[in-house]
Every structure is written in structure tokens, then in C-alpha cells.
């Protein structure tokens, strides 16, 4: 019988490359399906940097794209899928558990959880662990494993504020490696977890770590998780802790997404406005260019140029927000004829850099918690204008001084959804709205009808008393 007792923590197997960064490591490989002891696998410090590598390495595989994709076909953001039935499935919202993207999605982020959860149990097994190197070590794992369950219950439960006291149904909480399958905990219970994890992550690493998680990434995190509690004050201060501190520029060009090639490493061109992202292209390592591909999700599922149909194109609402103003530059992202509208955001990048959490989501986050929860009304008229200037030119379609509250938080959330396009964070704004009470509705159907949430795969079934989401209802 496996107990912590005896120290067998079995390892779940993912295979992949290491998430290779600026500076990298090669991690512990395991193939498909192989089931190790953690006491086999790790002897000493470095084993246990490795294990952490694989963490972010499963991370970077469901950032890649794959969770923004889904989360936007849960959106008026995108149209009907070209041809995928997974993805159709997920835009009709007609998930069942037998739909293997949504399950596969699912799946990942718990083996990431348990991968940080298996190196913050495996100190006793390690003899040359210093305690600073411990503490960065479990800063790091409880930072992966908050975004993970972040991510899992933004997408499979109903929002913060959906009950009084937030005890509707959330998602499995795991902060234990050898723990059985569990139920659902209450969506009170995974936030409070969350919180508790990313705030020791912000307590105990430094601002800047490179491409691995960091202070300023945690509070960034904590910003946006803030917001959706509706604790506008907490969402400002942690956003603007971020903004303040001066690492970070907003990037002129319009485009986050930094591609490297064979001469260029993409570790040496993360954009400024990054805060947290996933880092993919040509990487040094050992003498060698290697290639490690952390962009295939964006580029396959929205990339036109050298794709007469891709599966995602934008919805016409879309497209009719960016004609409102023929001099938004932010309408070169769009190729329309009319009746499909096509992602352009993507074009000529075969690999890149896929930002997470980034400046300019945090100056509109900055301004819409201003503009709901009170504040310095002109901080946020100058966070929109920041981003109106680089998209229209400067002073050419600002919003003026002295506008109201309603006026700034209506102009935030439009360019909000103009500029997080693709990255799937339009999903929380929706949520959010409709749990605030506004009138919320996704291609004619309420925000929380039966089926808006998707379904948890038959896997997660093995718990006793575990609870599936609605199925079907929203057309």
C-alpha cells in the first residue's frame, strides 16, 4: 500500500522535452504510461530541479495554445470550426466524457499538478538540499500547481460569486500525491487553495526568475483571480505592484508573440510585456540548436497564411468591432471576405513565444477594477489611453479626461477583448458579467446554460460521489 510513510510517491509519466529556457536542464524522461518510484527517481538536488522542469514542461504543453483555443470556442469570439468534431463539439457546447481534447486538457493539468506535488514530498529524500534552494523549489511547485487548478476551474465549474457562499461543485482539489481520486471540492474551497499557493510563491521568490515563475508572475496571477472575485481593490493593488515595479514595458508593435529562428534563440527576445508566458523556438543547449515547439496549438488551429482553412476563424461580431474604426491598426489581425473572418495574429511565425500574463492585460484589468470598485478614474482613463495610442496613434481616439466610471469600464472591456483575442481570457470576462448580474449571453443562449461548462472525462468518474457537469440545453 502506497503511503507517505514509506516515501512511495508514484511518478505519473509525461513524456517531452524539457521546457528548455535561457538557461536549461534536461529533465528525467519517462515514456507513456511508465510508472516509477519517486525515491528511484530522485536522489539528490538536481533531480529534483529536473522534476520541476517537467512540471512547467507539461505546463507549457497546455498553454501552447490548446487551453486558449477552447476557452475562446466557449466565446462569441469565434465562428463554427472548420472541420474539427472535438472542437465543434466544444463551440455547440456538447461535450460529453468521451470528448478527448477537452479530456486530454483535463488530464495534463492534473499531471502537472501532481508532478508539484510529488517534488514539494520529496525534500526528505534528498541529503544536499539547501534551505534556500528547498523553499525556491516549493515556491516554484505550488506556483504550477495554483495556475493548474486556476485554469481547471475557471473551465469545468461555475464561476466565484455563482452561489452565495461558493459552495457550488468546483473541481478535484490535489495537494496530495498518493491521495486516491477524489470528488469535486467546493469552488470556495479551490480558490482559497489557489490564493494560499500564489501568495507563497509571491512571498518567497524573487521578482525576476528568468522564464520560470517568479514574484511578479504570482501577483499577476493573483490580480486576475482577484477580479474574478470581485475584489477590486485586491485586483489593483496586485496589478499595479507589476506595473510599478519597472520590469516590464508595454510593447509598441502590436505583437507579443516573438518568433526566433535558426540564428535567433527565443529565449533572447522574450517580449517586454511579458510577465509570465511560455518560452518556445531555438534554444543553446549542450552546443546544439534545439528546437522545442511550445507555439503548435496557436499555429495550427489559427495561422491562414498557409492554410486556405483554418479550423478557427473569428465570429462576425468580431470582425463588426474592429470595422467600427477603419483606423484601429489592431484590424490587420483580421482577413475577411466578407463571410469568414481570418486570424492573421499568427502569420509568417512557424515557432514563438506564447505570453500568459502580460503588461497589457493588467493596465485594462488595473482600469476595470477602478471603474467597478472606485478608484482614481484618471489612472485608468490613462491605462486605455496607453493602449488607444499604440493602436490608433497618439491622442488620435483617446478617452477624454473626466470620463465616467460607466465610460471607462465600457471602453476597458472592449479593448480588453480587442487585445486579448486568441488568448482566451474573453471566457472570465463572460463569467464574470453574468455573476455580477448583467444580461450575458453567448450566441443566443444564456452564459450558464446546461452544457456552457465542460465535461469532466469518464476517468475522473473512478471517485466515489463524483458529480458531471449538465450536458446539452444551450441551443
Known sequence: MLTKMNSLRLLGCFVGCTLVLSSCDRMLEFEPG??????????????????????????????????????????????????????TAVWNRETNFFTPTTGGLYTDFYYAIYRANVVVESFDLVDDLDDATRVRLEAESRFVRAVCHWYLVKMWAYPYGYTADNGHLGVPLRTDAVAPPSPRASVAEVYAQIIEDLEFAKSNLPNENGPYASSMAASGFLAHIHFLRQDWNAAQAEAE????????????????????????????????????????GYFAVDGDSLLNDRSSAFRDNFRQDNNANPQLTFSGGINDLFQLNAAD???????????????????????????????????????????????????????????????????????PAGSDAEAVLNAAREEYRKETLCEGWELDQVKLRGVMGEPETVRGAPWDCPGSLLQFPNSSTTAAGFVLNDEGGCL
Open 241 to 280: 505592484r507589476v506595473i510599478n515595479s519597472g520590469l516590464f514595458q508595454l510593447d509598441n508593435d502590436l505583437d507579443r508573440y516573438e518568433a526566433g529562428s535558426d540564428s535567433i534563440l527565443a529565449g533572447d527576445i522574450i517580449n517586454p510585456e511579458t510577465v509570465f508566458g511560455i518560452t518556445g
Open 329 to 399: 491598426d489592431r484590424g490587420n489581425w483580421i482577413e475577411s471576405n466578407g463571410v469568414v473572418h481570418k486570424v492573421t495574429r499568427f502569420d509568417d511565425k512557424q515557432f514563438f513565444n506564447v505570453p500568459v500574463i502580460h503588461l497589457t492585460g493588467l493596465h485594462l484589468l488595473r482600469a476595470m477594477s477602478i471603474a467597478t470598485g472606485g478608484g482614481n478614474l484618471a489612472t485608468a482613463t490613462a491605462d486605455i489611453n496607453a493602449i488607444r495610442d499604440r493602436a490608433f496613434g497618439a491622442d488620435l481616439n483617446d478617452l
Open 34 to 87: 511508465d510508472v516509477i518510484l519517486a525515491e528511484d527517481a530522485i536522489n539528490n538536488a538536481d533531480d529534483l530541479q529536473r522534476m520541476l522542469n517537467s512540471n512547467y514542461d507539461v505546463l507549457a504543453n497546455v498553454l501552447n495554445g490548446r487551453q486558449q483555443s477552447i476557452a475562446e470556442l466557449l466565446t462569441g469570439n469565434m465562428a463554427r470550426p472548420y472541420s474539427s468534431l472535438d472542437y
